[in-house]
């Protein structure tokens, strides 16, 4: 089965080193840019690239250590909204 435009849109961003991140729990999927991805999208892009199949075991984290922020209990917006408040502060506005 072959990719998907959206799964080589992801395979793209990993390879240009895109940061991303789970936000609300893990339940939402979201790049540095504000693009929200599919779970499952996302696991098929990163097994893609890494040439695994579905039985493998490792982790996001394993796989994409240099673009996986990590898991957050927060929403993605809160998280731009931290950003744009800490920026103004440091005076990056």
Known sequence: MGLTAQQNKIIDNLRKGMKFG???????CYFEDGKRVDYKDLWEAIRAINNLDRTHNKTIGELCPDNYLGTFPY????????????SMFSGNN
């Open 75 to 86: 929403k993605f917006r809160n998280l731009n909204w931290k950003k744009r408040v800490l």
């Open 22 to 28: 789970m936000y609300d729990g893990g339940k939402n």
